[in-house]
């Protein structure tokens, strides 16, 4: 993930764990030169072996490099890339500075952008404000309009934070519904609070107030599962329900922090510094400047291994008997600062919502990755849940007091459903 202005953005979310990167260079003007650009796109793409390489950037906020600069970017990588391969494009963005000029260049040259977006506008703005403490929903809501208007290729990247936590069915609906989209990417927002009360470096084992919690967090994925899997199973894509078909279905990780070692979410920054992980943009995990040693040796060193087999290696032995780790793999490391039960360091912070959420879809997982592999679609999982609750209303409508309840609880119906 390059980004060409590092932490530098022109909105300041009070969650964002990268404004603060700004002290990690100080007096910098923050803008990738005309020679780390080449030199990371030359380097990057030759270094490749396969056929297609995905050019990724990030920021702070990358538009304010300003459009020539992305437009030499393609010129580069059709200058530099070796001969058949194929170059894609990816940026997040906060979407604020894209006008039509923008959207034309990010369609031809076949862009896929990320728009940050938090849900409606009293959850947006509870956190996602300007330099002058303005909400932003109106212009981010512009941009998407815009975007769909030129045809450019987007999704919408949703934190899931303290604001917009207890509204999942209300978030969900809204890009559904409303912003008419259909990728959606999901992502907590863990804060940890360091010594010195900021949240610039990944330590500490408390959180701030605007993180989600654990519990939260599970229900969060659960309330947006039950929706999605009985109305939106194949024009709905929601990333941590793709990585858990992926996950059950025995074909990889489709998120870096399901997998089980780390190392293929490299961050570049704005003067060619290398660092292990986007999350961990610190002194303790740079890797090196690619102006000064040849990306392919920073990534290859024993300082990327070690970092990457680390994810793997130091899981506490809770995680690693634990029954969903085939799909967990403990997460981040980010978020690895608590205690397990018999008070082993290294659980992950998010772990009791993750084994709800995990332990909650397993019966519908199954049924989805079987119907796949007898060479039907995924999408028939819909009319299969229909029909098993239509089976158990119609036995819940005859149910006596004392019959033992058809949702198999175990409960006697009065205690059970027939509550009330």
Sequence with gaps: MAKPTGATCNLNCTYCFFLEKERLYPGSAFRMSAEVLESYISQYTQ??????????????????????????????????APPGMHVTYTMQTNGTLLDDAWCEFLRESGFLVGLSIDGPRELHDAYRRDKGGDGTFERVERAARLMQRHKVDFNVLCTVNAANAGHPLEVYRFFRDELGVEWVQ??????????????LLQEGDTVTDRSVGPAQWGDFLISVFDE?????????????????????????????????????????????????????????????????????????????????????????????????????????????FTLTPHGEPGLNYLCAGYKAFFAYIDPVMRIMT????????????????????????KALAHAGRNDPCPCGSGRKFKHCHGRG
């Design 228 to 336: 999605w899997v009985r109305r939106d199973v194949g024009r709905m894509f929601v990333n941590f329900f793709e990585a858990a078909a992926a996950s059950w279905a025995g074909v990889g990780a489709a998120m870096c922090i399901f997998d089980e070692t780390c190392g293929n979410a490299l961050a570049l920054e704005h003067n060619g510094d290398l660092y292990t992980c986007d999350h961990f943009v610190e002194p303790a995990y740079l890797l090196g400047n690619i102006m000064e040693t040849p990306m392919p040796e920073l990534v290859a060193s024993e300082k990327m291994r070690r970092f990457g087999e680390d994810k793997r290696d130091k899981l506490p032995r809770w995680c690693r008997e634990c029954e969903v780790l085939f799909a967990c793999r403990g997460e981040c490391p980010k978020n690895r």
């Design 186 to 199: 999901l992502i907590p927002i863990v804060e940890r609070v360091n010594s010195d009360g900021s949240t």
């Design 370 to 393: 079987d119907l796949l592999k007898s060479g039907r679609y995924a999408d028939e999982i819909m009319g299969i849940l229909a029909e098993q609750e239509e089976v158990e209303q």
């Design 47 to 80: 270094a490749q072996r396969v056929p297609e390489a995905i050019v990724a950037w990030q920021g702070g906020e990358p538009t304010l490099m300003g459009l020539d600069f992305f437009r030499r970017s393609v010129e580069m990588a059709a200058e530099h």
